[in-house]
């Protein structure tokens, strides 16, 4: 394989070998439903996974948290399988099973034995077909689903990342919550979530991928017979249209928020506006990632922890989505050392946005993303998710040794330049804890805006 291979929804074929020599297939049904498989030679398992290009950015106001509910209620029993069959169906077979809701997609997945894939695509095709949605199970799973929130509402750093894609992306549907609210999930009633299910689990939105050991005849045999008893239309159909690439037009939620928390440590987050899913300088803003926040000898890591001793855990992130994307950074520490790290974390970003970075740190960089990729790929779970987001988010693939091209291509200039743009966006900063009474004296907070807290026993600077 020489370049990224295109892949339009009008072509009914496409198969080609990756650098690795592994044979990839892609077969689009009469129905519009999408198979993409990746034959590893060797292998003994094979993940498979059914997704559909529905996340929470696609709920309506009566919708909210509808995705994630959905997704668990499709584990709690199909006209000819019950939750229980359906948890014993793996297991029995030492499989693994789940399930991941994301602001696009939803994936249903399975990782088993060969000789257990096609049982594995029976039971996820009968499981993402009919489900029956039953009322009282409804009600359980409502519970399940508000534990679920409570938890995350104990855990400092969700609580910070919530609130700062909230910052950051303001109004725009990626800034709300995957999950949903407590309030959305209390609201929710089983015809909304039976009506979503309806208008975004239909043969032209469904993408099947299968990486490890797999044979495509067989596996696309199989889908449509699993597909046949679920008494899905045979009549021909084109798959759904991906979403539309470009840039949007983000309005800053809040500039800076405190959630006051009486705990042992605060947590700071600061993020700008990054790149979309499609934009040509990703591999730019992976290699400023590594270098910035990216492991143990970036620089956030080595300022904050290794030098100063003022913080466990230090990182960077950016995560993209079609149509925007977010660049933050992130820290732990005891709430004395607050506004210090939260200078340390901006002083690095304005660093390297003014100064660049050095012949030494690119190259250790290409070299840590070279080689976390190279061995990710190892696993059939990378591979299944790569044909996914290949297919649903981009409409290329990408080998490793394309990946590692692009990456080669960055100049040292080209991170320089990135970083100062993402620097001169709309700055969030979010702060989780009992952050020090100095604290409200630094250039990241506005004390005007705090979130209310009930939690909270000790008074804080922002109050």
């Known amino acids: 394989m020489n370049g990224p291979v295109q892949l339009p929804l009008d072509t009914a074929e496409i198969a080609f070998r990756t650098s690795g020599d592994e044979l990839v297939r892609r077969s689009v049904l009469p129905t519009g439903v999408r198979v993409l498989t990746e034959r590893m030679p060797g292998a003994r398992s094979a993940t498979v996974g059914i997704w559909v290009a529905v996340g929470s950015r696609d709920e309506t106001p009566g919708q909210r948290g509808s995705t994630h509910f959905l997704e668990h209620l499709l584990f709690k029993g199909t006209k000819e399988r ?36 096609d049982m594995a695509v029976d039971v996820l095709t009968d499981m993402v077909t009919s489900s029956v949605l039953d009322a009282e199970e409804f009600e359980v799973e409502r519970g399940v689903i508000l534990d679920e929130l409570a938890m995350a509402d104990d855990d ?47 043969p032209q939105d469904l993408v099947v991928t299968v990486a490890g050991a797999v044979d495509h005849d067989a596996l696309v045999v199989r889908l449509r017979e699993a597909l046949n008893r679920a008494g899905w239309p045979e009549s021909d159909g084109e798959p759904v249209a991906r979403r539309v690439a470009g840039r949007a037009a983000l309005e800053q939620g809040v500039a800076s928020l405190v959630v006051p928390r009486p705990l042992e440590q605060t947590t700071i987050l600061l993020g700008v506006p990054g790149l979309a899913l499609t934009d040509d300088r ?40 079609s149509d925007a994307g977010l660049f933050g950074l992130y820290a732990g520490c005891a709430p004395r050392n607050a506004a210090e790290v939260s200078r340390l974390l901006l002083a690095e970003f304005d660093r390297i946005a003014t100064d660049g970075i050095t012949e030494e740190e690119r ?15 190892e696993d059939s779970d990378t591979r299944m998710n790569r044909l996914g987001r290949s297919e649903i988010s981009t409409g290329e693939f ?55 807290d009930p939690a909270a026993t000790t008074p804080t600077a922002a109050q």
Not at 363 to 377: D, E, F, K, Q, Y
Request: hydrophobic share 40%; aromatic share 8%; proline share 3%.
């Open 363 to 377: 190259v250790r960089s290409l070299g840590m993303l070279g080689g976390a990729s190279a061995l990710a790929l």
């Open 82 to 117: 019950s939750a229980f069959d359906i948890s014993v169906a793996f297991e029995q077979v030492g499989g693994e099973n789940n399930a991941a809701t994301a602001k696009e997609y939803t994936c249903y997945y399975a990782k088993v034995r060969d000789v257990d894939l």
């Open 282 to 321: 990703r591999p730019t803003l992976s290699v400023l990632n590594a270098v910035l926040g990216g492991g143990m000898s970036s620089r956030l890591f080595q300022e904050i922890r290794e030098k100063r001793g003022l913080a466990y855990s230090v990182y960077s992130f950016a995560p993209s989505y």
């Open 398 to 452: 990408v080998d490793l040794d394309e990946s590692l091209a692009r990456l080669g291509r960055v100049t040292r200039d080209d991170v320089a330049t990135l970083a100062g743009e993402l620097r001169s966006g709309a700055l969030s900063t979010v702060v989780v804890g009992d952050v020090d009474p100095a604290f409200a004296d630094t250039a990241f907070v506005d004390t005007a805006s705090v979130e209310a």
């Open 156 to 202: 400092a750093a969700d609580v910070g990342s919530e609130r700062l894609f909230e910052s950051v992306f303001g109004e725009h549907e990626l800034g709300r919550p995957i999950g949903g609210s407590p309030e959305s999930i209390r609201e929710a009633s089983r015809d909304a979530v039976l009506a979503h299910y309806r208008e975004n689990y239909r």
